[in-house]
T-cell receptor, first 111, second 117 residues
């Protein structure tokens, strides 16, 4: 079935470590996104990419990095510079009609 | 710039009662508006969307929303709540599409719907 796959679903990190969250889509969408979700704050855009080898910062990009080497893949690295990384991370892709399709999310907890 | 305000972070209704979740938006250009639903520890699923044309939009699971430009609102309704409707609902707005395709959405803070027997 077509969709977006995020992994891992749950991830624990020690302070000072970088971690990478995977996002793969087989919907043939050009645009992909990473959102962060915190209770009571809705979704906030971290990074987005409109095309392979190009990406732009969203509203809260500090402490995060991404790459877009393939159309299907848009991994997110949470670096040690991110001061409060514990959150639920959502990856999405979209068509030209504007509808976003979301993955199941990855929950990151810093120990 | 776009923004979304969802009035009421928690709404509780009885099973069979009307569901009304409020959303007001601000946009400098004609908006595209969306409602998404999220079940615990899952991603978001599109309920419905307004782009152009008819202002009353019907979505999945019996939900509908009406775009009212004069009130800058896009409230979500369902005539009769079901236990399975208990979830978090997010309103989102997009003012324009990205030149390379895609759509930067601005989300509201969400409304948790509780359905009681």
């Amino acid at each position: 079935d077509g969709g977006i796959t995020q992994s891992p679903k749950y991830l624990f990190r020690k302070e000072g470590q970088n971690v990478t969250l995977s996002c793969e889509q087989n919907l043939n969408h050009d645009a992909m996104y990473w959102y962060r979700q915190d209770p009571g704050q809705g979704l906030r855009l971290i990074y987005y990419s409109q095309i392979v080898n190009d990406f732009q910062k969203g509203d809260i990009a500090e402490g995060y990095s991404v790459s877009r080497e393939k159309k299907e893949s848009f991994p997110l690295t949470v670096t040690s510079a991110q001061k409060n990384p514990t959150a639920f991370y959502l990856c999405a892709s979209s068509t030209h009609t504007g509808e976003l399709f979301f993955g199941e999310g990855s929950r990151l907890t810093v120990l | 710039a776009q923004s979304v305000t969802q009035l009421g972070s928690h709404v509780s209704v009885s099973e069979g009662a009307l569901v009304l979740l409020r959303c007001n938006y601000s946009s400098s250009v004609p908006p595209y508006l969306f409602w998404y639903v999220q079940y615990p520890n899952q991603g978001l699923q599109l309920l419905l969307k307004y782009t152009t044309g008819a202002t009353l939009v019907k979505g999945i699971n019996g939900f509908e929303a009406e775009f009212k430009k004069s009130e800058t609102s896009f409230h979500l309704t369902k005539p009769s709540a079901h236990m399975s409707d208990a979830a978090e609902y997010f309103c989102a707005v997009s003012g324009s599409f990205l030149t390379g395709g895609g759509n930067k959405l601005t989300f509201g803070t969400g409304t948790q719907l509780k359905v009681e027997l």
